[in-house]
């Protein structure tokens, strides 16, 4: 497995070639490549290690949250619960969707 081995599977999952990638970031094909193949990115391998060292996200280093933790940490309670919803059907995703709404607005209703 490459290093950088999301880079390509995100690309992937979207459908997208190398090319159609370089042209959205404004780069070069061959540029792009160099992304997927881990070449030349001693920049990137440099915060990373700051990142471990101090125990931050990269997130929380190029200035994207304020939360160390990264801009989509999670709590151990919300981790549990995607879970636990990950396992139910569809039809019972859509009820416990139902019922959350219906107790956001409940709330609101009663402020």
């Not at 994207?64 to 059907?89: F, P, R």
């Amino acid at each position: 497995m490459k290093r950088y081995q999301r880079i390509e599977d995100l690309r992937k999952y979207l459908g997208y070639s190398q090319e159609q990638m370089a042209k959205l970031l404004y780069t070069s094909k061959t540029q792009y490549q160099r992304y997927e193949n881990s070449e030349g990115n001693s920049f990137f391998d440099a915060m990373i290690q700051i990142a471990n060292f101090h125990k931050v996200s990269l997130d929380y280093i190029a200035g994207i949250t304020n939360d160390k933790g990264g801009q989509h940490s999670n709590s151990k309670d919300d981790i549990e619960m995607l879970e636990l919803y990950h396992q139910l059907s569809e039809q019972d995703k859509g009820r416990i969707k139902e019922r959350m709404e219906f107790l956001i607005e409940r709330k609101g209703n009663l402020k």
